[in-house]
């Protein structure tokens, strides 16, 4: 109680107060620059109307409560990050005045409550929960497709890491669902496959699990959506159906099977096209000599897991280190996707972005954690959101600001999944037509080389619930992922114009927030 002191407190009471009563030390340093002048210069300063010194004493005001070890409700702690934004351009434009002021009056009133706004609900203590027991699952090679001939002679060849580095594959990791209280798919968490296309990763015992193949991207190579592309991933999908494992049972599979195909994966039974290690205590060729085979058949993730502590556990955020290459070759780089990095809300909680562990686990919808992503501003050097541009005004052909509730779906969402133009191909040609002239729609991917017709439609859509790979139109200007290349349908852009949209809005995604919007598609879009 009483940790919240008032603009007039702090002015008073500080390090060069005359007073010796109320000579103490803020617990900010009273030193500390803002625009050429320090905290303690502003806050004494006469603000004559300038919304720039009113909104930056009371900013330095709550600073000093916080740094009390006041508590922050959601709505002061939003305040203080816009006023960051306002106070660092040195001046408040006309423009923004009312805006200012209106942080003003939040941070005021928190400051004129000694008890720092509401407190938080104080809950009973209780006793500490033991973290869920887990079950090991090791899948001896993803490159596996029932056996085939095929797979037996390249895994040998694959497991040297110089030969294929993996930084040149799609296929880096496996990423591993559960289900939430509701029923609804919640990432688990990612493993990293090793260089013979062998994973293993912990999951809670008893619990329903499923896992499918992603690029470094995060998004999943779902043979549906792979149809058409270079190499067709046949063998890899969302693994068909739910599997569980009892405490203390290590689960293997022997390798990723055409769906359909008869496999029981509770049990060891069959053969697997990767054969493992072919000694004991041996390294793989060409590979890091410090982590060897224990036991004839050992895969390299076998080797991985003795060798490094923990390395089976998974969390939500992509994380990978090459443990493999030797010198003179190239070491792959490693990759680091994390959702602290986000400026948005979070699919996971508090605690676990502070702190990521096994026990954490990412739920993703549209409203609470995609939607935010268009708000936050600074996207281009003027500050602007997404929405500041792709707004109802129809500058663009994407409205992300939902100035209308659709029944069933927010606007925005509706833009993103929607064909915004619609084609026909006639005259050898691609013509933009309306959809009244359509007798019949063409689905995606279009892989059939088109025939002139006057009945056939091609829509055009930067979303497919399909999933992230599908959602082509919509990745292509932020990555450089050729995965979805067979996915790409712009038929109105040349070639000049497309790269100009590309080097405009490359920059403007973060590798964390295209993770979690590929992450959110490959769960099947939810709202």
Known sequence: DGICKSKGYWKNHNRYAANLEQHMAWPVDENTQICGTTWHQLINQASLGDAWVILGKHYVTSQLNVANEGFVPNNVADALLMAQTQLAQCQVLDVDRDFALSLKGTLEAYNNDENCGDAPIVIDPVEPQVPAAKTLVHIRSIYDVDGEDRSKLLIPFMAIPSLYPMDSRSERFVRVYTKNAQGELQIEGYSDIQPDGSVMFEVPSNTEYTFEVVNKDGKALNKDVMEGSDTRYDYLQRHPGYLQASEGQTQQCHGCHIEGSDYDHANEAGESANKGALGLMIPWPSANPFILSVEWGDTMAEALFRSIDDVAVITPDIQYQDNWTILPFRQNPSINIRYD????????????????????????????????????????EDGNSCVDCHDNRGFTKLDLSDYAQQEGALASYNALFNNNRTFMFLAATFSSVDDEHCRRMVQPPFLMEPENDCFSCYGQALMNPLGAISSANFFDVFDQDSDDDHWLFNPSANDSYQQQIQDMHSPMLSAAERKLIAEWLDMGAPQ
Do not use: F, G
Request: include cysteine; charged fraction near 20%.
């Open 341 to 380: 990095q986000l400026k948005s809300e979070s699919p996971v909680t508090v605690a676990c972005q502070q702190e990521m562990s096994a026990e954490c686990v990412a739920n993703i919808n549209y409203s609470t954690h995609i939607k935010p992503i268009w708000n936050v501003n600074d996207r281009d």
